[in-house]
């Protein structure tokens, strides 16, 4: 995907040129990474038998579906190999990328966080097949910014910063700490997974769903009669494994979606209004923020500099754009979310994935006065950045009496930051928790259940 | 040994301006190696030509036209809308210009041949050169004040357009129709449109024109003056052209509405989610760029021909397919607006370049059909236009050569 | 410098560049002009009505001239006359362009002592002025624009250059230095037409148009009326289908029309007005492939070569003809800018700048009719309707081409607008005992009676015995003859 401008890069002692995934693939590496690269309408056999193709393999479907099996038998992630892709589960689609890799002859394997967003539960099945995969001479590189998952199953850990190599450690022979300096340096210390003060609700309902019925994109309800309330101060964490409905939720709440059947009311006005289908211009309309899932793709425009991104948004500019006055916003939220850019005329897709969601943040929060709307809000965000981001959410719930409707797929930061949890599972929210009740254990039976 | 070719993340410093250059020199020096080559065609005949047409009065007109159409298409080609209806546009605002000047803008005083003389001399009135079916004179008098009525063809044009734009718009916005489709289909449907009116109720009423897919001349007072007669650009045309560049610059750099359209280009999702209706700017963005266009038609009218004249091929519209080559100037400008009059000014040249190409070369060999001549135009735009993609790979590539083994 | 600046550098180098461009333009211009207002009286007569009573009117205006050098309209001719032609379509080696090319050529070659040509092709109406404004630059005088488009386009750049000289081929306009011009055919179409007659074993035939334009008309009219004179006579139903392809070229369609005729209609002879030779290596393909016989008439160009077993006959033009006229009479001081108003050539068969036949050899001699024809014509006995004598059809057709050929008094008359009305005159009263003398040739397709309908209203259309149809009538013809059909159109 890219060149090296300088260096070299040596496979098995003898030094190559990669100028496509291809050449890569070539000599036995292959890349999965958090974004599955399937397509949708085909069958994971077909998928599979695409990729092999092209490498001029001899194509055995049986052999194929065997394997697949097999392999997801053993793994403990059920699939069968005659399902559309588009019927599986995050979760499945990781485990057939892997699969895929494999079946490619990978001998060197790389996983760019994906498995990061998975539960513990389901995370530790892929570690059993990464252990078995590297007992059979294979190799594993796992790039996370989890370090509890490094250390869990890396033999070595390896850390980057800011594109520079600080060194590798024999994972037996280091702690949590020693990582964490090395990742973070000084402010290693301002990592905490700790919950952060927990928030009173005022009796003010700012968002009130009841029985809320939305169609997923294949004709199916995903979300099946769904009834919530998040009031001012308050922050209300969704727990689930992705694909349980929570993305359809989220965008119906939004008015990106269409709602089949019951009710969306918004606080406007000192009353509840409702907004069930009446577009996402009048929901903005009311003072709401909303950090999407996939924000590269949803949250900014890569192609524009900052200062675009945030005169796009009706909230900040109307009309004829007073460019000063935004510079001036886009200064000040640079300085205050530790934004690393040249300025704040630099095109967002030259930031790394990191600053590009600092910037979704500081936006979305600036403009949110009543209620945040956030799916996986610190997603490709490095652990201090992450905390920071939480810290300031959590700040303007406390001070502001911000509403906070926050879905992740990170239980980490659900609890972190929620004073209520609700648990989400095949579109129904299964239970909801006051956050100081809330057992971990718990939580995550019932969002695999 | 490797060649390796990479997408460069930061572009080209100077790109812009760089490569529309260099393309121009290197192409054209292609094409008259390409030119002698196939017709002999003397290199310095080639170089005098295109020298005198990058300094030729002539080819204003086409540089305002091509200008004015530029902007109306990169407005929606900012926004990924793909606007390939702008001829259409421009023959609706020319039969619309014509509607205005034509009908409501003048009244017919029907003349026997014996008052004629009365009226020859009357200010106001322009008598039409060939008698009626009856006998009889036709006289069109002004029946407006001169500067509204141009005024109202130029609005009225201009509502044509975006009309006609606004079709595709409606069904690319609701439908989800392909907009190049149905733009490029509507084209046709207006050509023949076109020629339906000009046989139908635009028809001359003289003897001589209504057989002839003719309509009425223009009254006089109702054309645009020329700046000279060396040109046939408009002092109107202009001055159009003019306000449509600053006002399309400063929405399309200085309102959200021009950020939007910009970003609505690259990412729908993201004004999607900040509450952008998305479908209401695909429709704006083509209204806008079919009232334009419009406007064209109306400086195509009242500033050049005077009188609608049947399609007799379909390819042969009396846009000469403008509306076509604009689309190569707004890409020439790489979406950029202020790339539009240069690249206008690029391809205008070229046009010209093969007129006077043309006609020396019609002297120096006596006409001996070697080279059909008209294709000399195309040989040359040709070229320019390749070496232009060539180089743009180049600047939005880099390409180096690496070393690979032990 | 910043990127902004650069272009804005570029952007005033551009308005610099204009600016400059717009000056040396006018200062290249070929001549200074000056205004000024000249009164004079201009007389005009106007006609009106085909055959009919005729008004005249004379009238005094002033008129305001642009004259150059000084207030009196002086003249002289350039010592070296520069000539350009404007082609609507791309020369090519077939049709109407190639063929004004073809008379530039003679021109060019014939008085390469004194006249200098150029010629620009592919020349969109909307493109016009400027490539004359283009042309002008480049000290050209006098233009020839080849397309009833460029007519309004002509008008204006004539009025702007008063001391230029401007001839629009086939349209309407004249100015004091425009004048107009045009080949006529159907006199030739008129003796296609008997050919046709002999020839036809269904007595349906075909005729592919290009537009039903007034031009048009007359010609499917001559050579329908002239497949009826002999195909009555036989005993034959003559029946006339004409499509309307709507595009002067369009070999696609063309083929496709003429397919639809032979098979749908039943014809057996078509004549045509497209610029390619579709229709004749149509014809020429179903004579080799299927032995079927369709004959046809080649158009504009010599066809021959391009179907021998089935071009019957056809149309040649000659522009040079008019060309060298009209060149030879402004080096001579007799066309000057100021006296072309009334300059509109009319020509038919007795000038020479059309030809009946579809072949020239290289000795220079005409093939008026297909050697393979001939005979067939000459087995075929009829009798000609003026003299009553009987005759073979060849022979018909040949003393019918020798009357048009022969009319000497037309070549006074067809040079000029105010001529014109006399062409519908067969012969004249003088007195003495000559009596009658013959204006017209002795014989005329559109003589009386005859009758029709408007091809637009369907209005029924009646020509009395004895009336001859002129310049005028023929100009504007709108009407079909009773035995022409228009296929889809009831």
């Not at chain 1, 490709?380 to 905390?387: G, I, Q, R, S």
């Not at chain 3, 592919?122 to 006098?142: A, F």
């Amino acid at each position: 995907m890219y060149v090296p401008d300088s260096g070299e890069i040596y496979v098995n002692g003898r030094r190559v040129i990669f100028t496509s995934p291809i050449d890569a693939i070539r000599h036995g590496i292959s890349l999965v990474s958090q974004i599955p690269q399937l397509i949708g309408s085909l069958t994971i056999s077909e998928n599979i038998i695409l990729g092999l193709e092209r490498f001029g393999m001899m194509a055995n479907i049986r052999k194929v579906e065997n394997y697949i099996r097999e392999e997801s038998e053993e793994v403990g992630i059920k699939v069968d190999p005659n399902t559309e892709v588009w019927k599986l589960s995050y979760t499945q689609k990781q485990l057939v990328e892997l699969l895929r890799a494999v079946m490619l002859g990978a001998k060197i394997l790389m996983l760019d966080e994906a498995i990061t967003f998975l539960p513990i539960r389901e995370k530790r099945k892929f570690y059993k097949f990464m252990r078995k995969f590297a007992s059979q001479g294979g190799s594993v590189i796992l790039i996370t910014h989890k370090i509890p998952e490094a250390l869990e199953v890396a033999d070595r850990i390896s850390v980057l910063r800011r594109g520079k190599y600080v060194g590798t450690v024999e994972t037996r022979a280091v702690t949590i700490d020693d990582v964490r300096k090395m990742m973070f340096g000084e402010r290693s210390a301002q990592i905490t997974y700790e919950r952060l003060p927990i928030s009173t609700p005022d009796e003010k309902v700012v968002l009130d769903i009841k029985d809320l019925w939305v169609m997923g994109d294949y004709g199916a309800f995903s979300v099946k009669g769904v009834k919530l309330q998040v009031r001012a101060g308050e922050v209300l964490g969704i727990a689930g494994i992705a694909g349980n409905g929570q993305l359809e939720l989220v965008q119906a709440i939004m008015g990106l979606r269409k709602v089949s059947k019951g009710r969306i009311a918004i606080l406007a006005n000192g009353g509840l209004e409702d907004v069930t289908n009446k577009g996402t211009g009048k929901v903005r309309s009311l003072g709401i923020g909303y950090i999407p899932d996939e924000p590269l793709k949803f949250g900014v425009s890569m192609e524009n500099n900052i200062e675009e991104n945030l005169a796009m948004l009706p909230a900040i500019a109307k009309g004829i754009i007073k460019w000063r006055q935004i510079r001036g916003f886009a200064n000040r939220l640079i300085s205050e979310f530790n934004v690393v850019t040249p300025s704040s005329r630099t095109p967002v897709k030259l930031l790394s994935g990191g600053n590009i969601m600092k910037v979704l943040v500081a936006r979305e929060l600036s403009i949110a006065r009543k209620l945040l709307v956030a799916y996986n809000p610190t997603r490709a965000l490095d652990e201090v950045t992450a905390v920071m981001v939480r810290k300031i959410i959590k700040e303007k719930v406390l001070k502001e009496r911000l509403a906070v409707l926050l879905v992740s797929e990170d239980l980490d930061e659900i609890f972190q930051v929620s004073d209520t949890v609700a648990v989400m599972n095949s579109g129904r929210i299964v239970k909801t928790f006051p956050a100081e009740k809330a057992e971990r254990d718990q939580v995550e039976k019932l969002m695999v259940m | 040994m490797r060649l390796i070719v990479t997408k460069r993340v930061k572009p080209l410093k100077f790109g812009g301006i760089i490569i529309p250059f260099l393309s121009i020199i290197v192409g054209i020096f292609l094409a008259t190696i390409a030119l002698y080559g196939l017709a002999r065609v003397p290199p310095l005949l080639v170089y005098g030509a295109i020298g005198q047409s990058l300094i030729s009065p002539q080819m204003l007109q086409t540089f305002v036209m091509l200008t004015i159409l530029g902007v109306a298409l990169i407005i929606p080609f900012n926004a990924a809308v793909w606007n390939i209806g702008a001829e259409g546009q421009i023959i609706w605002g020319m039969i619309m210009s014509a509607f205005i000047g034509l009908t409501v803008a003048v009244r017919y005083i029907i003349v026997s041949p014996s008052d004629l003389p009365k009226y020859t001399n009357m200010p106001g009135m322009f008598v039409l050169p060939t008698p009626t079916v009856s006998g009889a004179y036709a006289v069109e008098a002004l029946s407006m004040n001169p500067g509204a009525a141009i005024c109202l063809m130029l609005i009225v044009a201009g509502i044509a357009g975006a009309v006609w734009a606004l079709i595709a718009g409606l069904m690319r916005a609701y439908l989800d129709i392909d907009e190049v489709a149905t733009t490029l289909i509507m084209n046709y449907i207006a050509y023949y449109a076109y020629n339906y009116i000009v046989y139908g109720p635009l028809q001359g009423i003289t003897i001589s024109t209504s057989g002839f897919g003719l309509s009425n001349a223009l009254h006089p007072a109702l054309r645009f003056s020329r700046i000279s007669t060396a040109t046939t650009a408009t002092w109107e045309g202009v001055a159009l052209m003019i306000a449509i560049f600053v006002i399309a610059w400063f929405v399309l750099r200085q309102t959200t509405f021009g950020l939007r359209l910009r970003i609505l280009g690259s990412n729908p999702q993201v004004l999607r989610a900040a509450g952008i209706n998305v479908r209401k700017y695909i429709v704006l963005a083509l209204t806008i760029s079919g009232a334009i266009a419009g406007l064209v038609g109306t400086i195509l009218f009242a500033g050049n021909l005077y009188q609608l004249i049947k399609i007799k091929t379909i390819t042969t519209p009396p846009t000469h397919n403008i509306g076509y080559t604009a689309i190569l100037v707004s890409w020439l400008s790489m979406l950029d607006i202020r790339g539009v009059p240069i690249a206008a000014y690029i391809v205008a040249s070229l046009f010209q370049a093969g007129i006077n190409l043309q006609s020396s070369l019609g002297g120096v060999s006596g006409g001996s059909a070697m080279i059909s001549s008209g294709a000399l135009t195309y040989v040359l735009i040709g070229f320019v236009l390749t070496t232009f993609t060539v180089l743009r790979v180049f600047a939005e590539y880099s390409i180096k050569v690496v070393r690979e083994g032990r | 410098m910043s990127k902004t600046a650069l272009i804005a550098g570029f952007v005033i180098a551009i308005i610099i560049v204009g600016v400059a461009a717009f000056y040396a333009g006018m200062s290249m211009a070929p001549s200074k002009t000056t205004t000024a207002t000249v009164t004079k009286t201009v007389t005009t007569t106007v006609s009106s009505g085909a055959g009919g009573a005729t008004v005249t009117v004379t009238q005094t205006k002033t008129v305001t001239s642009t004259a150059g050098g000084g207030a009196a309209p002086s003249w002289t001719p350039p010592s070296k006359v520069k000539a350009a032609w404007i082609y609507v379509g791309p020369v090519g080696d077939f049709g109407w362009s190639y063929m004004h090319d073809l008379g530039r050529r003679v021109v060019a070659a014939l008085y390469k002592d004194w006249l200098e040509t150029t010629y620009v092709e592919s020349v969109p109406e909307s493109k016009l002025k400027s490539t004359i404004e283009s042309l002008i630059q480049k000290g050209y005088q006098v233009f020839f624009t080849t397309s009833f488009g460029y007519m309004q386009g002509t008008l204006d750049e004539a009025k702007l250059h008063p001391n230029l000289l401007f001839f629009h081929c086939s349209g309407y306009l004249r100015y004091k230095n425009m004048g107009t011009y045009f080949a006529d055919l159907y006199q030739i179409y008129y003796l296609n037409g008997l050919i046709a007659g002999a020839l036809t074993k269904t007595g349906h035939i075909g005729y592919v148009a290009a537009f039903l334009t007034p031009e048009l008309v007359r010609h499917i009219n001559a050579f329908a009326i002239g497949a009826k004179e002999v195909g009555q006579q036989l005993g034959k139903n003559i029946q006339v289908y004409v499509i309307e392809i709507g595009a002067w070229y369009n070999p696609t369609a063309a083929r496709q029309a003429a397919e639809t005729l032979v098979n749908q209609y039943n014809v057996d002879v078509i004549a045509y007005t497209e610029d390619s030779t579709a229709i004749l290596e149509y014809a020429e393909q179903l004579y080799k492939q299927q032995h079927k016989q369709v004959w046809v008439f080649s158009h504009y160009s010599p066809g021959y070569i391009y179907g021998p077993d089935v071009v019957a006959s056809g149309q040649i033009v000659r522009w040079e003809v008019i060309y060298a006229d009209i060149l030879a009479k402004i080096k001579a001081g007799v066309y000057t800018p100021y006296n072309l108003e009334n300059v509109d050539y009319w020509d038919l068969l007795n000038s020479g700048a059309v030809e009946f036949g579809c072949w020239v050899f290289p000795n220079g001699t005409v093939m008026h009719i297909n050697p393979k024809v001939i005979p067939i014509l000459k087995n075929i006995q009829v009798t000609d309707k003026l003299t009553g004598k009987k005759m073979s059809v060849y022979q018909l057709v040949m003393e019918r081409y020798e009357e048009m050929k022969s009319a000497p008094m037309y070549n006074a008359l067809d040079s000029l607008a105010i001529t014109h009305k006399y062409m519908n005159i067969t012969k004249i009263y003088i007195g003495g005992k000559e009596k009658y003398y013959y204006i017209a040739p002795r014989f005329d397709p559109f003589i009386g009676p005859l009758s029709g309908y408007n091809i637009k209203t369907g209005a029924k259309v009646k020509v009395p015995a004895g009336v001859m149809l002129g310049h005028d009538a023929l100009w504007t013809m709108q009407w079909f003859v009773d035995w022409v059909h228009i296929v889809g159109k009831k």
